[in-house]
């Protein structure tokens, strides 16, 4: 079969060294099959091979050619992957371009006032907003997916282009060379791709990776610091949601940073004596958990079981104890943090195992749930919700230190940012007119069925140009783009959701069974508790 037709002054001896896959010398599969199988892998990706991989081969089909087929399939993926940047790079520089046209042919003598969002910078993140709900990305991933189209796009990467194009390059080598021709000059650029870009398409991503780097640590010290300087921009902190009620904290951080942080918590941890029953992952975890939170009196909970400590509160925070006296041994150094949990009334009173909603997390096992319930720092609030739905009907009035009833009923109703897709918890996000207050009109009331949690970016992006937001009884917010696209942001469920209502609660949570274990009430945890929530409520069930 013949080579693929990449024709580009830059990619000259790209092809005589595809069929080594690896530097060591290891031949590719397509190589060593049979003859008789066709190389697919080969082929240009185009509608002709696209025809013949849609056909699943026979049951028998050796795995020379099921393999040749995979192969196929991985530069038709590529070359779609490169042809949809293309389409990103021409969506935003359509968006910017159009807005600074209207900008530069406005007459202030007879056209109306520019808008406070007609600015490029607006039209452009107006346009990334309607890409990620598209694609159903987050915020950072649909800038980070432009930047990536942007950079494909200049005429410097022309040839990474082209091989993208031709299904030569996977997404992950893309964005290695995007990112590796960031802060260069178009010469320095050009050397790049002579020096790496003929082996790119037989390497690994890794083998990739470190001959880029080899480049450029031969770069001039000026280009080495703007690069960095342009990295510790994107410095930031993270959670991602695991299963079993855990998380992974990420911290993107310089170099430095990051290796004295990690110096610092081993030394703590290796502080432990050797006969701590901890591994040493494990005291890693527990001493950044100490050095972090020691201000709000607390410790993790391994560092309590260690010092012995681990029941002196029957009532402990979910991974985290009150701080023996006299503070952690491991750690030296008090703040106050708030966190939101909804949490069923059969779950907290012990009837019921349903999970708990952690706000900007997720849902959290019924223990932990009630664990921070009955913590004695805990502020409880009334919530009702659809039985069928789980959403938030109601919101009670009683509270310590009440903020507004209306703030807390929109927030609990949603949960997060009422923009389609946005995880920002609704207490961090300010509470938004739908229809715009306007007292001389009498429009705008300022109520339940016309305010909603937006976070600050999404906030700005409703006022933007073509932006339509519209609220339905049920809370649920309908969002219209600039190009007439239309997305649903729906209250969050927050209690537990029942196939059908019922009014069966089961077992009264105020005298439950001692077959199943003692209520908390009846574990002492208890009076102050049961006041508190007493308190808001006339008498159970809601």
Avoid at 159 to 170: F, H, T
Avoid at 195 to 202: C, S, Y
Avoid at 225 to 244: I, K, M, N, P, S
Avoid at 449 to 477: D, F, I, Q, Y
């Amino acid at each position: 079969m013949p080579r693929p037709s990449v024709d580009h002054p830059k990619l000259s001896g790209v092809h005589g060294r595809l069929d080594h896959m690896f530097d060591t010398g290891t031949t590719t599969s397509a190589s060593t099959a049979p003859a008789t199988a066709t190389r697919w892998s080969e082929m240009p990706p185009g509608s002709a091979v696209v025809a013949v991989l849609e056909r699943p081969p026979d049951p028998g089909a050796p795995p020379a050619e099921r393999l040749e087929r995979i192969g196929a399939f991985e530069r038709v993926i590529n070359s779609l992957q490169a042809l949809q940047s293309c389409e990103i790079a021409a969506l935003v520089e359509g968006a910017e371009s159009t807005m600074a046209r209207h900008i530069a042919e406005h007459d202030p003598a007879t056209d109306p006032p520019l808008g406070l969002f007609d600015t490029v910078p607006d039209a452009l993140q107006s346009i990334v907003a309607e890409l990620r709900l598209m694609l159903r990305l987050t915020t950072g991933s649909a800038w980070y997916r432009v930047d990536e189209a942007r950079g494909l796009s200049a005429a410097e990467l022309a040839p990474v282009a082209e091989l993208a194009r031709a299904g030569l390059l996977s997404r992950s080598k893309v964005l290695l060379l995007v990112e590796a021709a960031a802060d260069l000059t178009p010469e320095q650029t050009e050397r790049l791709l002579t020096r790496v870009l003929p082996k790119a398409p037989g390497q690994t991503t890794g083998q990739l990776r470190a001959a880029i780097r080899r480049f450029l640590t031969g770069l001039p010290d000026g280009v080495r610091a703007r690069r960095r300087e342009r990295r510790t921009l994107d410095r930031g902190v993270r959670v991602q949601a695991e299963a079993d009620g855990m998380a992974t904290l990420r911290a993107f951080l310089p170099a430095a940073a990051a290796t004295g942080i990690l110096a610092v918590v081993d030394q703590h941890a290796r502080g432990c004596g050797s006969a701590d029953p901890r591994g040493m992952d494990a005291r890693r975890a527990d001493a950044l958990v100490d050095l972090v939170l020691r201000d709000t009196g607390r410790v993790s909970a391994g560092t309590a079981l260690a010092t012995g400590a681990a029941s002196a509160e029957p009532t402990e925070v979910p991974g985290l104890a009150s701080a023996p006296a006299g503070g952690s041994p491991f750690v030296r150094n008090t703040v106050r943090v708030n966190i939101h949990v909804t949490v069923p009334l059969d779950t907290l009173t012990g009837a019921g195992d349903e999970p708990a909603e952690l706000a900007g997390f997720g849902p959290i096992p019924a223990e932990d749930a009630r664990a921070l319930a009955f913590d004695p720092a805990s502020v409880w609030n009334r919530l009702v919700t659809d039985p069928v739905t789980g959403k938030v009907l109601d919101h009670g009035t009683q509270r310590y230190r009440p903020p507004a009833d209306l703030a807390r009923l929109v927030r609990s109703r949603h949960g997060c940012c009422a923009h389609p897709g946005c995880r920002t918890p609704a207490h961090r996000c300010d509470i938004d007119h739908v229809v715009p207050f306007d007292p001389v009109r009498a429009t705008g009331p300022t109520s339940a069925g016309n305010t909603a949690p937006l976070c600050r970016s999404h906030h700005r992006l409703k006022h933007m140009p073509g932006w339509h937001v519209e609220m339905r009884p049920n809370g649920t917010l309908v969002w219209t783009t600039p190009s007439g696209h239309t997305y649903e942001a729906q209250p969050s469920p927050v209690g537990p959701v029942r196939a059908e209502a019922g009014p069966a609660r089961g077992p009264s949570p105020w005298a439950r069974g001692e077959a199943s274990g003692p209520s908390p009430w009846a574990r002492g945890e208890g009076a102050d508790a049961r006041d508190r929530f007493a308190e808001d409520v006339a008498e159970p069930p809601f």
